[in-house]
C-alpha cells in the first residue's frame, strides 16, 4: 500500500467529503480548513471573519489504488471549476476551488490534469494549485455531517454521489 495525501477544497466541504468518501481507494476523508491567514480558526471565523480559510478535505488515499490522476479526474467532475469563490449555493472566499499539495512530486500531477481540464472548457478555470500552508482540522459536528445529517444542504446531487460510487479505479497510475 501506498498511502498519499492531498487536500482538496470543492466548495463547502460537507458535500466534498461525502463524494470522496464514495471513491474506490480512497482510505480516509478530514475535513478543516486551509491556507488561510489565522491558526487553528473556527467554523465562525473562516465564515464571517475573512480569515482567507478554503473548506478542504484531507484525503489520505492508496495510491497502489487509485492514482492522484484519477482522484483529481473525479473530483472535478463534483465541481464548477470555472466558479469564482462559489460551488452551488455557496458564495465566499472559504468556498473556492483548490487543490494543495504537501509533497511537491505531486505538483506536476496535478498541473496536468488542470491542463487537460482547461481544455473542456471556454473560461478560465478557477481552481488554485498551490502548497499546502496549513490546515487545521474543522470541528468535530462538520466531520462526516452527511452521513450524520442525510438531509443536510449539499451542493453535490445524488447521480454524483452514485457515479463515484460506481468508479473503478485503474490501478493506482500517477
Known amino acids: 500500500m501506498r498511502r498519499e495525501e492531498i487536500y482538496l477544497a470543492g466548495g463547502c466541504f460537507w458535500g466534498a467529503q461525502r ?3 464514495c471513491l474506490t481507494g480512497v ?6 480548513y486551509a491556507n488561510g ?5 473556527t467554523y465562525e471565523q473562516v465564515k464571517y471573519e475573512g480569515t482567507g480559510h478554503a473548506e478542504t478535505v484531507k484525503v489520505t ?3 497502489d489504488v487509485i492514482g492522484l490522476r484519477e482522484l ?4 472535478y467532475k463534483a465541481i464548477d471549476p470555472t ?5 452551488g449555493g455557496d458564495i465566499g ?8 499539495y504537501a509533497d511537491e512530486a505531486q505538483r506536476d500531477v496535478i498541473r496536468a490534469t488542470l491542463d487537460a481540464l482547461q481544455r473542456q472548457y471556454d473560461a478560465p478555470l478557477m481552481v488554485e494549485c498551490l502548497p499546502l500552508e496549513n490546515f487545521y482540522p474543522a470541528e468535530e459536528y462538520h466531520q462526516k455531517y452527511l452521513e450524520k445529517n442525510p438531509g443536510g444542504y449539499c451542493h453535490i446531487g445524488p447521480a454524483l454521489f452514485a457515479a463515484a460510487r460506481a468508479f473503478k479505479p485503474g490501478g493506482g497510475t500517477a
Open 61 to 63: 488515499f492508496d495510491a
Open 93 to 100: 472566499e472559504q468556498y473556492r476551488t483548490g487543490v494543495y
Open 37 to 41: 491567514r489565522t491558526a487553528d480558526p
Open 19 to 21: 463524494y470522496l468518501d
Open 27 to 32: 482510505l480516509k476523508t478530514e475535513v478543516g
Open 83 to 87: 466558479s469564482y469563490h462559489r460551488q
Open 72 to 75: 483529481l479526474e473525479q473530483f
